[in-house]
């Protein structure tokens, strides 16, 4: 029993050490294999194998996980026309056209009985604003943001030219609560009806 315990102790010496190597053969043989990983082409390092580091994420997709929760989130589109039955204007004073009817009002950042828009959030916005009118009186809207002229369009009265299209467009930063409206200047008219004249914007990015 004693030999056969000394031989059993030895055997299983011998096992453990065979183990031993061949474990550290392979973590070896891993090791390297890592290190190849680590300096193949950068290129496929970076965008190959989706194996992204936390410096290849910091240079090529800023980490945005501390942006606040609703940042990037919120959504701002509409459309509107401006539909009260034919022409509109010209009045003795500028005054903000309503562009009642709304086709598009996500958010519902735009007020349709007072032709204004209220930014919700801090961000870039992209408006747009098209009228249709005749050539009888001068057609001019002005955009404005709170008491700023941003942008404006303008046709002259004339006999020989009956119809005009016309427009503009323009990115703006506002802050929550800015107001964006379309005012038609004194002694201009629109043709409003009929889906010709319209006030569009969204949301392009949140700041
Ligand atoms: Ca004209």
């Given at each position: 029993m004693v030999i056969s315990n000394i031989y059993t102790k030895k055997y299983?010496?011998?096992?453990?050490?065979?183990?031993?190597?061949?474990?550290?053969?392979?973590?070896?043989?891993?090791?390297?294999?890592?290190?190849?990983?680590?300096?193949?082409?950068?290129?496929?390092?970076?965008?190959?194998?989706?194996?992204?580091?936390?410096e290849t994420q910091s240079a090529c997709h800023p980490n945005t996980s501390d942006r606040p929760t609703e940042m990037g989130d919120k959504k701002v589109i509409f459309s509107a026309v401006a539909e009260h039955g034919g022409p509109y204007g010209p009045f003795n004073t500028d005054k903000t056209v309503v562009f009642n009817t709304v086709i598009t009002n996500l958010g519902g950042a735009y007020n349709n009985t007072t032709g204004i828009f209220s930014a919700p959030v801090a961000g870039f916005y992209?408006?747009?604003?098209?009228?249709?009118?005749?050539?009888?009186?001068?057609?001019?809207l002005l955009l404005f943001k709170n008491c700023d002229l941003i942008v404006r369009t303008s046709d002259h009265k004339t006999s020989s030219d009956t119809a005009d299209n016309g427009g503009n467009a323009v990115f703006v930063q506002l802050q929550k609560?800015?107001?964006?409206?379309v005012s038609l200047a004194k002694d201009s008219h629109v043709w409003a009806d009929e889906r010709h004249t319209t006030f569009s914007g969204f949301l392009v990015t949140q700041l």
């Open positions: 299983f010496k011998i096992l453990f050490n065979a183990f031993a190597i061949r474990e550290g053969h392979d973590n070896t043989s891993s090791s390297i294999e890592q290190h190849k990983s680590s300096h193949r082409d950068p290129m496929k390092h970076s965008f190959g194998d989706g194996a992204k580091t936390s992209y408006f747009t604003f098209f009228y249709h009118a005749g050539g009888e009186h001068k057609s001019v609560g800015d107001e964006v409206y």
